[in-house]
């Protein structure tokens, strides 16, 4: 018998999960939840991505009321359709299912919580994450979902779990909680808190910091014990490619110093940290709150403590002072992120950023004693030749250290997400197939026939030719962000598909969600569409849907 109903009476919400013949018959019951199993679906990059917002989660409920279990299928690299899994979770025996995902591995994500309703229908399941976030409308109606949470839930977590033990439960307490009300989809607004301090620090032995270490897990540090924090929250900034500021909201919110004093000492006596990345979008946004936590990290005198900040600043975020005290404090580098060298695409991007700085910055940044890494994005929308070369051209006037040029990937949920879907030139439900293939799902109709790999391996070699004392530092930098075997991958691909691009095939993943469930008629239409052809041709494939 499935728990959870509503009242034909006082028809205030019901869940997507929910078949609409059993949903007519049934009444609200409260779900007294006690075991909630976390699934980390299959699909993340170990060596990058750890499954924090559970260490949120589990560190912020009443933990003498429910018993938590992370099921990590990442580490244990086993779908959810795999037997061992299934038997896993039917033995927990789970009254409340929820699963974490990004955009590439989401339908398997959304196939987790499917399972986890056959094992168990009366099971309440629950999505979040930045997938789940920027793309709720589209998830909303899927079968085996039952809630999406939207952005941040370290705290609203609990408030879920109190309301649903309730007779009649207020959901619209929940902060960022989408589920389907008496006139259709509702999506409560995401009130985030302001006194992160409220917010306890992640439990990193229940995500297994530890096994995720010594398996290779780091970003861009050298193989030492090193942790995640999250010190600000939010982002001002728009940049159309980019789903963060729906995520954790556009002011940016801080911890105070003494609760990072506190973190960073647990971790580095009690865990024996000695590289902490901040993960955060604009850790220097605030800059003097920057600069007083370096002087509170300077004066705690840690031996050997090391700082990264992985997701890079802003260039205007900073000065000479900053970069002075960052050094001091244990940065060894520091990550911008022009993105382009393009006047163009710099606007297109709407990243409000004077590209005539990144020169002058990266090289104040250096005298500083600091490395700088640059990200850029090729092949953003509207870009030619050009474009590229324009970027090819910054990279090596600035005198990075070390450039990472990714792919550009539609996120789904972001603003050149929707400009693309509105222009026809993308099918709404695209999404991108891996973060660490190289695969991309878009390519602008003039660089169809562009070879990126070659692009991308001349600029390297340009780079070194350019400023050869750096020429060390460049190729050991490949060592320090991955393993020998992946080092010699990666080399092997760049060469191979510099020589034969039309090769660099990779799969499409299209998602089909079914709004109203009363077209759901058991089919499979929600399930991924693959693609196969080569990626510049997919383009082509799929604008003849249309
Ligand atoms: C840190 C980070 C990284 C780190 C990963 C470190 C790690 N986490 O272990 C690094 C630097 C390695 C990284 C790399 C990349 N990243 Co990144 N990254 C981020 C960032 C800034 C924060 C993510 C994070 O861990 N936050 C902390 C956790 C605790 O927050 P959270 O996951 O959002 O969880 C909270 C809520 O969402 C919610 N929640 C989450 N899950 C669940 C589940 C349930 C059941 C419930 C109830 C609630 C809930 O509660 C949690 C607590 O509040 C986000 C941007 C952002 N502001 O979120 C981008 C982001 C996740 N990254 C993104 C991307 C695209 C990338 C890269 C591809 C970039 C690139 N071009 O190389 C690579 C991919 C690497 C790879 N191959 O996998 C995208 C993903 C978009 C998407 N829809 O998939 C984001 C959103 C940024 C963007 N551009 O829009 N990234
Ligand atoms: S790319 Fe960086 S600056 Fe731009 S919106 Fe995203 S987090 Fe903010």
């Known amino acids: 018998m499935n728990a959870v109903s509503i009242d034909k009476q006082s028809r205030k919400f019901t869940l997507f999960g929910l078949k609409p013949d059993i949903l007519d018959e049934r009444f609200w019951k409260p779900v007294c939840v006690k075991k909630i199993a976390l699934i980390w679906p299959k699909g993340f990059d170990a060596t990058y991505s750890i499954p924090l917002p559970y260490g949120y989660l589990k560190s912020n409920i009443d933990e003498s009321r429910y018993e938590v279990r992370i099921f990590d299928n990442t580490i244990a690299d086993r779908l959810c359709s795999d037997e061992g899994f299934k038997r896993d979770l039917q033995d927990f025996d789970p009254d409340l299912v929820g699963v974490s995902t990004w955009s590439p591995m989401s339908i398997e994500a959304i196939d987790c919580l499917k399972v986890a309703k056959e094992i168990k229908p009366e099971a309440i399941t629950c999505i979040g994450g930045a997938h789940a ?18 952005g941040e839930a370290d ?4 408030v879920f779990l109190e309301e649903i033990a309730q007779k009649e439960p207020k959901l619209d307490r929940v902060s960022g909680l989408v589920y389907r009300g008496e006139e259709g989809v509702v999506a409560n607004e995401t ?4 006194d992160l301090d409220k917010i306890k620090i992640p439990d990193y032995d229940a995500i297994q910091l530890d096994y995720y270490v010594r398996h290779g897990y780091r970003w861009n540090c050298p193989p030492k014990v090193n942790a995640p924090v999250w010190i600000t929250r939010g982002c001002p900034y728009r940049c159309g490619y980019c789903a963060a500021p729906e995520l954790n909201g556009k002011p940016v919110r801080t911890h105070s110093i003494s609760y990072m004093i506190e973190w960073i000492k647990y971790l580095y006596f009690q865990r024996g940290v000695r590289w902490i990345n901040i993960i955060d979008d604009n850790f220097t946004y605030h800059k003097k709150y920057a600069k007083e936590f370096c002087r509170a990290v300077i004066d705690l005198k840690l031996k050997g403590l090391r700082f990264g900040t992985p997701n890079g600043i802003r260039l205007e975020r900073g000065d000479k002072e900053l970069w002075g005290l960052m050094k001091k404090a244990g940065w060894k580098m520091l990550l911008v992120a022009p993105e382009t060298g393009s006047e163009k695409t710099i606007k297109r991007m709407d990243k409000d950023l004077d590209l005539k700085i990144v020169p002058r910055v990266v090289k104040e940044i250096q005298e500083a004693g600091l490395k700088v890494q640059g990200f850029l994005i090729l092949g953003y929308p509207g870009e030619s030749e050009k474009d590229l070369f324009d970027t090819r051209k910054l990279i090596l006037s600035c005198k990075f250290n070390f450039a990472f040029m990714a792919s550009f990937q539609p996120l789904p949920g972001t603003p050149i997400y929707k400009e693309l879907v509105a222009n026809k030139e993308l099918v709404d439900g695209v999404l991108p197939h891996n ?16 070879n990126f790999p070659k692009f991308i391996l001349k600029t390297h070699l340009l780079m070194m030719m350019n400023y050869p004392l750096n020429m060390p530092y460049h190729l050991s930098l490949m060592f320090t962000l991955f393993s020998p075997r992946q080092v010699f991958k990666k080399i092997a691909a760049i060469f191979y598909y510099s020589l034969l691009p039309k090769k660099q095939t990779g799969k499409t993943l299209v998602f089909k969600p079914i709004l109203d469930q009363t077209q759901n008629k058991e089919t499979d239409q929600e399930r991924p569409m693959l693609i196969y052809p080569p990626m510049h041709q997919q383009v082509q494939s799929i604008r003849g849907d249309h």
């Open 133 to 150: 976030t920027s793309y709720h409308q589209k998830i909303a109606g899927v079968n085996g979902v039952d809630f999406i949470f939207r």
């Open 155 to 158: 705290l609203s977590f609990s």
């Open 191 to 194: 009130e985030r808190e302001d």
């Open 435 to 450: 973060y660490s293939d190289g695969t991309r799902a878009y390519m602008p109709d003039d660089l169809k026939d562009f």
